[in-house]
């Protein structure tokens, strides 16, 4: 056995002793199939998707008009920014890492970012959701954030919010983008939830759908936040990754093995790693107390706080 696979194992039965769980079993497959997306351009959908896709080109008035709106509840202990208190703890991370994250986006076209772990319960949906609502905390942004772990999604119930329809519908074809999209509470906030879960979810996030989603979706908003499956044990976090511009990795303090952390990142391309997100470092205090983002510009590690 590979000391990948021991650390999973082992970090697979730590989880299950400490937090009454494991590793879900939908992650535990490892479909592998590298499967490439089709040059699809905007708004040239295949015959084959049916009646909900000709809907013409997407836009600010029809996503502002159409997008259902309906309430959510979300977990104001972990949803950072939606209490209303923006000096709570762990919100000045995020307020670095948004800063960061446009200092690489002078370098690079940088809007469609994954977020993405070796393995899971590492605070990928956690790091997703908060970056989503620290990008729309300054004025007239909008951001999207996109629930594409459809093996384990999480991001509906930290929101509150309806699991579906959303993205294995669209996917599926049975559903457009204003009838996925909701808007959230929160100004310039949308999010997108995983919907009914599919049976082939490896398939389904490599179909060139998902690349017209983006393609459809992505002039009205500044930021897209994808979040995804651990990147280890299952391949649809670098199937995701070719549609996205860059990287986030989530390396959880005191808990993810190194050589795990260091296999994830190599699943994906040097040029796509704009920074590591390592989270939870404070247990003594709120666990999300302390932030640190490790910049891979020009492949040069530096570590700030
Ligand atoms: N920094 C943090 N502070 C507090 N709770 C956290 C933090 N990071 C993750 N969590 C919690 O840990 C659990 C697992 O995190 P989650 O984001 O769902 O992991 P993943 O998406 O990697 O599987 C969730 O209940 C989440 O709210
Ligand atoms: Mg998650």
Redo the contacts with the bound molecule.
Sequence with gaps: MSRIHEALKKAEQERASTQGGGVPSSYATTPVADVGYEDIEVNRVPPSLGMADLGGPFSLETLLARCPQPGWNPDLH?MLFMNGNDSAK?TEEYRTLRSRLYHIREKMPLKKLLVT?AL????????SANLAQVMVRQHGRRALLIDADLR?P?LHQ?LGAPKGPGLSEYLAGKADESSVIQRGPMEGLFFIAAGDSIEDPAEMVASSRLKVLLQRVEPVFDWIII?SP?AIPVSDASVLAKVCDGVLM?VRSNSTPSDVARKARMEFPDQMLVGVVL??TDRDE???ARYYYESYEKKVPTTQS
Excluded at 120 to 127: A, L, Y
């Design positions: 972990t762990g772990s899971p319960k590492e605070g990928k949906s956690f790091t384990g999480r930290m979040d651990p989530v989270n939870g709120a666990e999300y």
